[in-house]
């Protein structure tokens, strides 16, 4: 038996696992995806082969990357390699990988003598001040954030986010591209 087909026949099982693991019937299953009880019964036994069609929305569900759910065999090097991106003299770093949903970066902006160009773009965000003062133009609102600092904020109101001197600031930003936002569970007295 070929790597492949190890990879392939561990699919179903794997599948099944994951639904009892977490306390799902066959049932509510194809309820949320969509997917026959039959189909999904034959996938877990092993009597249909997976397909995309099938495993993505499976993946949505399970809230795991694809490669995961089929347990595809290691590429090589496990670590993860968060690429920083620069521009406008902003550098972002991920630190979340998954799709869609909320997105977290560490953003750090460095100083800039230029003046401030306040945008808007769909979302909604959350941001917390590491260090460094962070000048927050939002709409006609003028802020001064310092470490420890948070502010949340839909992205359809003009903001502008800056180094408040001449150091640059660090934040941790969390964004939700379909305005979705930071749940807080409880807040203090």
């Known amino acids: 038996m070929t790597n492949i087909d190890r990879v392939l026949t561990a699919i179903g099982p794997r599948l099944r696992a994951l639904r009892l693991q977490r306390g ?3 049932a509510a299953l194809s309820q949320t995806t969509g997917i026959s009880e039959s189909t999904l019964s034959r996938l877990e036994s092993g009597g249909r082969k ?3 069609e099938l495993l993505l929305p499976l993946a949505h569900v399970y809230q795991v990357p694809l490669d995961e759910l089929v347990g595809a065999p290691e590429t090589g090097d496990p670590r993860v390699h968060l ?3 620069t521009r406008d003299g902003m550098t972002y770093v991920p630190l979340s990988r998954r799709p869609g949903g909320l997105h977290a970066h560490k953003l750090v902006i ?4 230029g003046e401030p160009e306040p945008n808007i ?5 959350w941001i917390y001040v590491l260090d ?3 000048r927050l ?5 003028s802020l001064l954030l310092t470490p420890g600092e948070v502010a949340e904020f839909d992205t359809h109101v003009p903001h502008w986010l800056g180094a408040d001197d001449d150091q640059p600031v660090e934040l941790l930003v969390i964004f939700g591209k379909q305005g979705e936002r930071a749940h807080l569970r409880a807040r203090p007295t």
């Open 50 to 52: 997976a397909n995309l």
């Open 24 to 26: 799902i019937t066959l």
């Open 137 to 141: 133009l939002l709409g006609e609102r």
């Open 121 to 125: 773009h769909e979302g909604y965000e």
């Open 132 to 134: 460094g003062r962070l």
């Open 110 to 113: 460095s100083p800039s003598g």
């Open 83 to 85: 690429r920083p991106v």
